[in-house]
């Protein structure tokens, strides 16, 4: 079993429509971080979560980290083509460890 | 945010032969780097990390003699992959993490062995 369970693992919207993405897990981060990948090239890092209960906000993108620092949540509104890509979330236990869920392939129809 | 470069971006090589990819932290010193490996539309899967001047902490079932990992300096981290054979080809990705806390990622290797 993963350490970060991620879902959905597939998301197909239309343009304009709003989508939320989930990253769970029975264990208590530090931090947990968001990234986004394009294909054939590294994660780039959206945004890292630190507080329990923090919310962060980046453009349309809003990223909730849990209370209890288990869980966190990405929220997109009013999706864009341009939102298309895998959308993975990652969390260490510790500064020697990361890693990631599953990630969240989405795809934003014109 | 930081800049991680990665090199080379892709390579062929013959079966047998041995790979060498580099990843340096360009702007900030990476106390810790981490090497991932990561199969078409799948996630990335955490092979070794690695802490500067430390020998690294390898995954379970990764082969720390067929994935030979140096961190010699807070800038850079080497990742060679030893004898490889077809089943190695994959695309590899490294990241950086500083005193700050959040990891960067290099652009990845897409290594084909034939």
């Known amino acids: 079993t993963q350490l970060l369970e991620q879902s959905p693992q597939f998301l197909s919207i239309q343009e304009g429509e709003n989508l939320t993405v989930y990253c769970n897990s029975s264990?208590?981060?530090?931090?947990l971080q968001w990234y986004r990948q394009e294909p054939g090239e590294g994660p780039v890092l959206l945004v890292t979560v630190v507080t329990g209960g923090e919310v962060k906000k980046l453009k349309r993108l809003t990223f909730q980290f849990g209370d209890a620092r288990k869980d966190s949540s990405l929220h997109i509104t009013a999706a864009q083509p341009g939102d298309t890509g895998l959308y993975l979330c990652a969390g260490g236990r510790n500064n020697n460890d990361m890693r990631f869920g599953a990630g969240t392939r989405l795809t934003v129809k014109p | 945010g930081a800049v991680v470069s990665q090199h080379p971006s892709w390579v062929i090589c013959k079966s047998g032969t041995s790979v060498k990819i580099e990843c340096r932290s360009l702007d900030f010193q990476a106390t810790t780097m981490f090497w991932y490996r990561q199969f078409p539309k799948q996630s990335l899967m955490l092979m070794a990390t690695s802490n500067e001047g430390s020998k690294a902490t390898y995954e379970q079932g990764v082969e720390k003699d067929k994935f030979l990992i140096n961190h010699a300096s807070l800038t850079l981290s080497t990742l060679t992959v030893t004898s490889a054979h077809p089943e190695d080809s994959s695309f590899y990705i490294c990241?950086?993490?500083?005193?700050?806390?959040?990891?960067?990622f290099g652009q990845g290797t897409r290594l084909t062995v034939v």
């Open positions: 990241s950086a993490r500083g005193a700050r806390g959040s990891a960067f």
């Open positions: 264990s208590v981060f530090s931090s």
